[in-house]
Antibody, heavy 115, light 108 residues
């Protein structure tokens, strides 16, 4: 069974940093592009970042460029999102997702940016 | 930046057919995916690659594509189908995802 489990969310002050992790199982993690998607309270889904199978290509939504970094460790079947210079508008549930067929999503981890 | 356009709301009576559209210039080149989200829950994939249905999704959910518009059709709508529905695709390069704004399906 394909499973994606996010962790690392929590409360952080504006300007702070947080690292999200996503543990993958049940599929060949190294064969697929991976993504982070977020959803602010009461809002729609927003794509955040994508990473290629070997990590050689990374793409970001404009609002997080220069602040967030997506990475992966294929040996550990894990996806990461390093979030720096956090802002109130980054408050959201963050989901990791696979480009597998069909795609798979985790249950999400909540990030709250507030003083 | 690239956008996908969905109607904000659709209303149908139980047993009727609901159709939710999603429009975008790159849809002829990129697959579309549909997600159902109920309050307080994570999104659930109901259609992938325009018209494929994941295992466990009822047959009343179907997807189609025509030019720059894709459509999610729910036949014989049930009360439990009331939810927000999001379409998702990629830009023309296929490297950046994009989501529609979501459609709230109300079962009258």
């Amino acid at each position: 069974e394909v499973q994606l489990v996010e962790s690392g969310g929590g409360l952080v002050q504006p300007g702070g940093s947080l690292r999200l992790s996503c543990a993958a199982s049940g599929f060949t993690f190294s064969s697929y592009w991976m993504s982070w998607v977020r959803q602010a309270p009461g809002k729609g889904l927003e794509w955040v970042a994508n990473i290629k199978q070997d990590g050689s290509e990374k793409y970001y939504v404009d609002s997080v460029k220069g602040r967030f970094t997506i990475s992966r460790d294929n040996a550990k079947n894990s996806l990461y999102l390093q979030m720096n210079s956090l802002r109130a508008e980054d408050t959201a549930v963050y989901y990791c997702a696979s480009f597998s067929s069909p795609p798979a999503w985790g249950q999400g981890t909540l990030v709250t940016v507030s003083s | 930046s690239y956008e996908l356009t969905q109607p904000p709301s659709v209303s149908v009576s139980p047993g009727q057919t609901a159709r939710i559209t999603c429009s975008g210039d790159a849809l002829p080149k990129q697959y579309a995916y549909w997600y159902q989200q109920k309050p307080g829950q994570a999104p659930v994939l109901v259609i992938y690659k325009d018209s494929e249905r994941p295992s466990g999704i009822p047959e009343r959910f179907s997807g189609s594509s025509s030019g720059t518009t894709v459509t999610l059709t729910i036949s014989g709508v049930q009360a439990e189908d009331e939810a927000d529905y999001y379409c998702q695709s990629a830009d023309s390069s296929g490297t950046r995802w994009v989501f529609g704004g979501g459609t709230k399906l109300t079962v009258l």
